[in-house]
């Protein structure tokens, strides 16, 4: 059995088109990973999974741990298990910060999973709040709210993606933040690390499950939503 594999439930155009309830139970996505991110139905909120926990980040800005019966349209997991390790311990803007972290990438033609550990002297996240089904999420992304967090420590997750999967998943890097104490987090949109450890995990086959609801099933996705996706992203 392989275990180093991405595992996509969904895939993220039907999350961009506004189909925000699957009805995928935590029970089977946890059989493909137990590392990744995501949300929740009606787009409750973000996701991120960590060691086989499941944490909820509201658009309250709070961070609830949630179990295996809670439900996702989409979420991206894989069975972390890193190659290479490296540090950084010297503070860096975000710009300096992700070009640090591409130039650990040996390829932009494979899947990476990325965990990040370590204190950031400046963090700004986003979350959702729950949506109505149908509303295109770049409509959503406009009224996200905005956190900002000064001398935290935390762990960044999440994947890079090769552009060519754009229609799968969000392509280049995508990270969401969960502090050290678990009271906050969200998608990440800024950071400035000071002394952080980096694991990357080079991942070169991919998974995924095609939903069978009415919705997805009926929805005509020949429009280009690559344009939407990276607004909602950013």
């Known amino acids: 059995m392989n275990n180093n594999k ?5 895939p993220v155009n039907a999350l961009v088109e506004g189909i925000y309830e699957e009805k995928i139970p935590f029970t089977e996505i946890k059989k493909h990973g137990d590392f990744g991110l995501g949300t929740f139905d009606n787009l409750d909120g973000e996701m991120i999974m960590l060691d086989g926990n499941i944490y909820q980040m ?18 991206c997991v894989t069975f ?19 070009q640090w972290l ?22 700004k996240v986003r979350s959702v709040p729950k949506q109505e089904n149908y509303r295109p999420l770049v409509d959503v992304a406009e009224e ?6 000064s001398q935290i420590e935390g762990t960044l997750a999440g994947f890079f993606t090769p552009s060519y999967m754009s229609s799968l998943s969000v392509p280049g890097l995508h990270l969401h933040f969960l502090s050290a104490d678990l009271q906050h987090g969200g998608h990440l949109m800024n950071c400035r690390p000071v002394k952080i450890r980096a694991g990357i995990q080079c991942v070169s086959t991919l998974e ?19 344009q939407d996706l990276d607004k909602a992203e950013k």
Request: net charge negative; hydrophobic share 45%; aromatic share 16%.
């Open 58 to 75: 509201t658009a309250d800005g709070r961070v609830h741990q949630v179990d295996e019966n809670a439900l996702t349209p989409f979420a």
């Open 102 to 123: 591409q130039n650990l990438l040996p390829s932009p033609n494979i899947f990476y999973a990325i965990r990040i550990e370590g204190l950031f002297n400046y963090v």
């Open 6 to 10: 991405i595992y996509l439930c969904a």
């Open 144 to 149: 996200q709210p905005v956190f900002e967090f």
């Open 208 to 226: 995924m499950a095609l939903p069978m609801s009415l919705d997805y099933l009926t929805w005509d996705f020949r429009r280009n939503t690559a």
């Open 80 to 98: 972390y298990q890193p190659l290479t390790h490296d540090e950084l311990e010297e503070e860096m803007d975000y710009p300096a910060f992700l």
